[in-house]
């Protein structure tokens, strides 16, 4: 066995001995991104598509400075400190090989939590080009059901009153653009990365929304200088496990304190619309359309959505992971008849795409038994997923008459694993969502009150008063409470086809 090499720009060349390093320059004054939310999925997909440009020579000033707006971020930065913003990325396949690479393109790493100032800079500074976040679905302020901006939020309106000081996403990007436009400096493009559809369209909206509150002159500027280009973005990333860092130090020798595991595949579709230049992404496989719409929502109704249709299904059986519950025949036909008979229906035709290949292809990437997704990653915030990926999904084919059956069944599941808090079987389950504590309440009252978790509209919107689907859940939910046998209601589902 290899003793295990700390991992950090001083011990890269030896690293390299062992996987492939990054050959290219990565001072830190090389910054033109500003990334906040650096987690796992931006390590494995922006930063990697970076990394492999900057590998060809190219986009030489474009390197990035990840940010942290939470307490928890501060992990993140003591490894990055650690390890020069160096880590790894592991690639794992289906056959069980897995290929590790070190990846370069993040150069500098940056709190915002204490003092805001350092990172309001260098947003500011005349190199930062784009800005872009990958904050989860949650992170938008927003009303997923009236798609407003959500003022009664308490650090909103501290930044309202002390726009130095801010606290969430929106703060620090009209501090940052104030002080650009007062410097005479063009504005950044701001480029979501997160599960939401038209993304840059409603980040848009959003940061309008507070700016105009906040500074209506600044508003007008961002308005007319600020370009938002709507993307779609796919890659499976999984939680990294203490066996993954083992794995990396004793099979290959290095010792990363918090490598990224992925699958192979990776995707990205952007509109082409930024404020001031932008890397050659498509030199690496990025795809630049006029209209990213059909392909975001063709993610987001079928990965996504299967995802979550597995996660809280397979949660409630007790299967642990996404593999897992492929590899029961009863959860993998469930699944391909929701996509068959539920998403597909509201897609359309999108350009280039063959659906039934990708349906496929999903399938293949979820069976994946190296990656091993687990089912809490997925059904953790469902509160602000399933709105996007699933409910829109029921509220669409209710206004075509369209099959809701297979969906109904996730929503009755959920609400049954929200009250109990545990699986079919009595297992305790994590539940890991902001509105945790307000889904408990509802489910709980679902024996005397069928249609009580439906009733959250921030969540459901109408849908409690769509009568076919209040009388649908209804049956569900009664006969879930009475027998949690998932696979039974499943397989009578598939069965009725």
């Keep these: 066995m290899k003793i295990p090499i700390q991992l ?4 890269l060349q030896e690293v390299g001995s062992r996987m492939p390093i990054p050959d290219y320059n990565r001072e830190a004054d090389n910054t033109g991104i500003v990334h906040i939310g650096v987690g796992g999925f931006h390590r494995a997909h922006q930063a990697y598509y970076l990394h492999q440009l900057r590998q060809l020579g190219e986009a030489l000033d474009w390197g990035i400075c990840g940010i942290g707006l ?3 971020d501060a992990k993140l930065q003591d490894i990055f400190n650690k390890q020069d913003h160096l880590y790894t990325l592991m690639v794992k396949h289906s056959d069980g090989k897995i290929e590790p690479e070190v990846i370069g393109s993040i150069v500098d790493f940056k709190m915002g939590t204490k003092d805001p100032e350092p990172v309001i800079a260098q947003m500011a500074h005349a190199n930062t080009r784009m800005v872009s976040l990958t904050i989860t679905e949650g992170g938008y302020n927003f009303n997923p059901t009236t798609g407003e901006f959500n003022f009664d939020n308490p650090d909103i309106q501290h930044e309202l009153k002390h726009p130095q ?5 929106y703060g620090f990007l009209t501090a940052a653009l104030k002080r650009r436009r007062e410097a005479g400096l063009p504005a950044f493009t701001i480029l979501v990365c997160d599960n939401i559809e038209h993304n840059g369209d409603m980040m848009r909206k959003m940061l309008g929304t507070f700016a105009e509150a906040q500074d209506p002159d600044l508003a007008k500027w961002i308005a007319q200088e600020v370009s938002f280009p709507n993307s779609m973005v796919d890659r499976i990333t999984p939680v990294t496990t203490q066996t993954d860092i083992e794995t990396l130090a004793q099979k290959y020798g290095v010792k990363d304190s918090w490598p990224v595991t992925c699958e192979p595949f990776i995707q990205w579709v952007i509109e082409d619309k930024f404020s001031n ?3 050659d992404f498509e030199k690496v496989g990025v795809q630049f359309v006029p209209d990213v719409g059909p392909y975001e929502k063709m993610k987001l109704r079928l990965l996504n959505a299967g995802h979550s249709v597995l996660g809280l299904l397979g949660a409630l059986h007790g299967h642990p992971t996404i593999n897992a519950c492929i590899e029961d025949e009863v ?5 391909r008849a929701f996509l068959d008979k539920e998403a597909t229906p509201i897609l359309g035709n999108i350009e280039g795409i063959d659906l039934t290949d990708y349906k496929d292809s999903l399938l293949e990437r979820f069976a994946n038994p190296n990656i091993k997704d687990s089912v809490s990653r997925i059904c953790a ?14 509220h669409e084919n209710l206004a075509i008459g369209g099959s809701i059956k297979f969906a109904t069944l996730v929503i009755a599941a959920w609400c049954y694993y929200s009250d109990k808090e545990a699986d079919q079987n009595g297992q305790a389950v994590e539940i890991i969502d902001a509105m945790s504590t307000d889904l408990h ?3 709980e009252q679902t024996k005397t009150d069928p249609l009580a978790f439906i009733r959250q509209e921030s969540i459901f919107g109408n849908l409690i008063r769509n009568e076919r689907f209040t009388k649908l859940y209804s049956e569900v939910v009664h006969k879930m409470y009475k027998d949690p046998n998932i696979k039974k209601y499943m397989r009578d589902m598939i069965s009725i086809e």
Excluded at 381 to 394: G, Q, R, V
Aim: proline share 8%; aromatic share 8%; hydrophobic share 35%.
């Design 8 to 11: 950090n720009q001083e011990n």
């Design 165 to 169: 000081d801010p606290k969430t996403v």
């Design 277 to 279: 230049g932008r890397p």
């Design 70 to 72: 939470r307490e928890a």
């Design 441 to 443: 309440q509802a489910a």
């Design 331 to 335: 959860f993998k036909n469930y699944l």
């Design 381 to 394: 915030e469902s509160s602000a997923k399933l709105p996007k990926f699933l409910i829109a999904t029921i």
